[in-house]
């Protein structure tokens, strides 16, 4: 079966977020293909993961017509499986459209419910996910010098996302970070995401985000889609706006234009395939 390696959120290769994307053709599974529509065994699927090396590989098979979804879709870092992924669903949309494996929107099945993505006539992408919710909290003892930063506020996300959002002074308080990863381990079921509004009003974005994740293997995730379900939420009842542009990173960066729906948040980026190739084990 084919593998290929997507960055998401960005129209130039190496660029955003690098993810892994293995379709699967259920006759053909390694493992134990078991019955039609089904995943290999989960350890394959985690070896593969780790293989890659990357912050997610995504797994997706087809499902029979008729049914709520038309695609499964699991994710998996190099050392576990998440519940909610959004650079690699948004690298599968891709690759399921520019390789004619499906045409239109497309849902998909995931341990986080149906998510949705649309292919637009300009290659974009816009995903439709779940709103997270999110509680004020105390600062964690010990998360500041973790993060090597002053804190101005922090809020806790719902199950599925799992992250300590936590907003720094300003937008170069955020690009500044060299957080001490070990530490941020003990702050978070999943990651941690630093930021602040946009230190310029007509810089192409409305506010800044690292997102920081060494409990699920991962030191620094370049541009998280899972994570802006929240900050979409944050930002938008700060600045009054239900649109607004995220830009996430460090050495990797990426842009994704949120827009809220109710309880729902469509994530909008493009992607790039850079890597085609044969998975052989």
């Known amino acids: 079966m084919r593998i290929r390696i997507v960055d998401a959120f960005t129209d130039r290769p190496f660029s955003g977020n690098p993810a892994g994307v ?3 053709d259920p006759s053909t599974s390694p493992s134990s293909p078991g019955s039609p529509g089904s995943f290999p065994d989960d ?3 985690q070896k593969v993961a780790a293989e890659v090396n990357l912050s997610e590989t995504a797994f997706a098979h087809p499902l029979p017509a008729g049914g709520e979804a ?3 879709l699991r994710w998996f870092t190099p050392t576990t499986e998440v519940d909610m992924c959004g650079h690699a669903t948004l690298a599968t949309a891709h690759v399921l459209h520019t390789t004619g494996a499906a045409a239109g929107p497309v849902r998909f099945a ?3 419910g149906v998510l949705g993505a649309v292919t637009e006539a300009d290659g974009g992408i816009t995903l439709d996910f779940p709103t997270s919710s999110l509680t ?3 600062v964690p003892e010990g998360l500041a010098e973790a ?3 002053e804190i101005v506020a922090v809020h806790d996300t719902a199950a599925h996302v799992g992250d300590l ?7 170069a308080a955020v690009r500044g970070l060299a957080p001490d990863h070990a530490a941020l381990r003990a702050h978070s079921s999943r990651g941690v995401i630093a930021t602040a509004l946009a230190a310029a009003p007509l810089s192409g974005y409305d506010f800044v985000s690292r997102g920081f994740f060494p409990s699920v293997g991962i030191d620094e995730d370049p541009v998280t889609g899972s994570a802006h379900t929240a900050l979409a939420p944050y ?3 700060r600045l009054g706006r239900d649109e607004l542009t995220g830009f996430q990173g460090g050495a990797r960066t990426g842009l994704v234009r949120t827009r809220l729906r109710g309880d729902r948040t469509l994530l909008t980026g493009r992607a790039v395939t850079v890597v085609d190739g044969e998975l052989y084990a």
């Open 70 to 72: 038309d695609w499964a």
């Open 136 to 138: 004020p909290a105390p």
């Open 43 to 45: 350890s394959w699927l």
């Open 147 to 149: 993060l090597g930063a």
């Open 165 to 171: 959002v936590v907003e720094l002074r300003d937008e």
């Open 22 to 24: 293995v379709l699967l």
């Open 235 to 237: 930002w938008s009842a």
């Open 110 to 112: 995931t341990r986080s």
